[in-house]
């Protein structure tokens, strides 16, 4: 399944994030051995965890919500964090990132879903976050695109306009704060049931879980 996903993905030069969450090491190892390198965890601790017990060269993200009191457990590692949805989150992140004298890599998330329940920004919420004097004195954290999750819905077309929505808010914002940062250029978006739907619509990271590991069991 690995190799049939990344085949996919070359033609459009996306990335793949390998989603081991709640994943043994045992698991994970056997895609790190097929040459896969990059995997997320939405978990703190478990992320921190996996990343003590694992090669040191796998290139670690964190893709869920990250409460900030976590920051630290993965702040002297991690090299992208894609859900970003608040200035109090990016302050705690500068920091730590400062205790460890490293510049994280961060993405803006975006609430492009119907669902009630994600997390995320909208225009004005980041247009607030991106012109505020505390942002600009960050000098720890980059910001190099956005992230959201469309609705879980069998609704294609809905899909397809949730897609559509981030790459437009993605636009918006190279033209308006990044136009000459070469380093904004990633949209995150796209899992195992949508990720075909999201490189055509112009991601540059899809995030796959259970399509590579299989279903997860919690308990
Ligand atoms: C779990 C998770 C994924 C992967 O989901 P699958 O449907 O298993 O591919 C992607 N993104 C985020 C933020 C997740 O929490």
Same mark, same amino acid.
């Given at each position: 399944?690995?190799?049939?996903?990344?085949?996919?993905?070359?033609?459009?030069?996306?990335?793949?994030?390998?989603?081991?969450?709640?994943?043994?090491?045992?698991?994970?190892?056997?895609?790190?051995?097929?040459?896969?390198?990059?995997?997320?965890?939405?978990?703190?601790?478990?992320?921190?965890?996996?990343?003590?017990?694992?090669?040191?060269?796998?290139?670690?993200?964190?893709?869920?919500?990250?409460?900030?009191?976590?920051?630290?457990?993965?702040?002297? /590692?991690?090299? !992208?964090?894609?859900?970003? &949805?608040? +200035? =109090?989150?990016?302050?705690?992140? %500068?920091?730590? $990132?400062? #205790?460890?004298?490293?510049?994280?890599?961060?993405?803006?998330?975006?609430?492009?879903?119907?669902?009630?329940?994600?997390?995320?920004?909208?225009?004005?919420?980041?247009?607030?976050?991106?012109?505020?004097?505390?942002?600009?004195?960050?000098?720890?954290?980059?910001?190099?695109?956005?992230?959201?999750?469309?609705?879980?819905?069998?609704?294609?077309?809905?899909?397809?306009?949730? /897609?559509?929505? !981030?790459?437009?808010?993605? &636009?918006? +914002? =190279?033209?308006?704060?990044?136009? %000459?940062?070469? $380093?904004? #250029?990633?949209?995150?978006?796209?899992?195992?049931?949508?990720?075909?739907?999201?490189?055509?619509?112009?991601?540059?990271?899809?995030?796959?879980?259970?399509?590579?590991?299989?279903?997860?069991?919690?308990?």
């Amino acid at each position: 399944m690995l190799q049939k996903i990344l085949q996919e993905l070359k033609t459009s030069n996306a990335k793949l994030v390998a989603v081991s969450k709640t994943k043994p090491i045992e698991q994970i190892l056997e895609v790190y051995e097929q040459g896969h390198k990059i995997f997320g965890e939405n978990k703190a601790f478990e992320l921190k965890e996996k990343y003590e017990a694992m090669p040191k060269d796998i290139e670690w993200h964190f893709i869920g919500h990250l409460q900030t009191n976590k920051v630290k457990y993965i702040a002297s /590692f991690v090299q !992208l964090i894609h859900a970003v &949805d608040s +200035l =109090k989150l990016l302050k705690e992140i %500068n920091k730590q $990132a400062k #205790k460890n004298e490293r510049v994280i890599d961060c993405l803006l998330q975006f609430h492009i879903a119907q669902e009630q329940s994600k997390f995320g920004l909208n225009w004005d919420t980041a247009l607030e976050l991106l012109n505020s004097e505390m942002f600009k004195s960050f000098q720890n954290i980059r910001i190099v695109g956005v992230m959201g999750m469309a609705t879980f819905t069998e609704n294609k077309m809905q899909v397809l306009q949730e /897609f559509q929505t !981030l790459k437009r808010l993605y &636009d918006q +914002l =190279k033209n308006d704060f990044f136009v %000459n940062d070469v $380093a904004f #250029k990633e949209i995150s978006m796209g899992m195992s049931g949508d990720y075909s739907l999201a490189i055509q619509e112009g991601s540059t990271m899809v995030r796959i879980g259970s399509l590579i590991f299989g279903n997860r069991q919690y308990n």
